[in-house]
Each structure stands twice: as structure tokens, then as C-alpha cells.
């Protein structure tokens, strides 16, 4: 298997989920921050936590991040780079 084609799907996999993920955010289908956890009487959420989907703070704020790269730059930065150099390239958006 070509390690650029499992690099080049690995960071649009990260990319996507950045994306679902400010979607469940802005749609009050995830919980964001503590106090907006809406907890019941019997300790259950209605909405989703990060750690419900087996992602962390971290993750969710790289992924987050480099779903805000324009698609024009985000896709010449994957075309453009060389194989060895792909992952320190994109890495610059995963602060």
C-alpha cells in the first residue's frame, strides 16, 4: 500500500470529522464546554460529549482545525507536497 495514498486519507478522514464535529456543535447535538451538559435525574446527557465518540479535546480541536482551511488550499497543499513532506506541511494547521 502507497504510505502517501494512507496519508492523504488519513487527513481527510481528520478533516471531515473537524467538520461533523462543528456541525453537532452549532446544532446543540453535542455538548461544548462543561455547563452545557444538560444532565437528567439519572445522570444520562441528551446531548453528545467528545468522550461519547471516543475523541479527545485535542483531536477534536485539531480536526476542528483543519476543517477551517479553504478547500482551495487544503487541496493544493495535499497535491504539492511530497510524500516525505506531507505530514510536516499539513501539520502547521493542527496546532
Not at 446544532?27 to 437528567?40: I, P, T
Not at 446527557?45 to 476542528?64: A, F, N, V
Not at 488550499?73 to 513532506?85: I, P, T, W
Request: charge should be positive.
Amino acid at each position: 500500500m502507497n504510505p502517501r495514498w494512507v496519508s492523504d486519507i488519513k487527513i481527510r478522514a481528520e478533516r471531515k470529522c473537524g467538520e461533523m464535529l462543528k456541525a453537532t456543535a452549532q446544532g446543540g447535538e453535542r455538548v461544548v464546554g462543561r455547563c452545557d451538559a444538560k444532565k437528567f435525574h439519572d445522570g444520562t446527557s441528551k446531548s453528545i460529549e467528545l468522550i461519547d465518540i471516543g475523541i479527545g479535546k485535542k483531536q477534536s480541536h485539531r480536526y476542528q482545525k483543519l476543517a477551517t482551511i479553504p478547500e482551495e488550499v487544503f487541496e493544493s497543499a495535499l497535491s504539492s507536497v511530497s510524500d516525505n513532506h506531507l505530514f510536516f506541511e499539513l501539520r502547521k494547521f493542527r496546532t
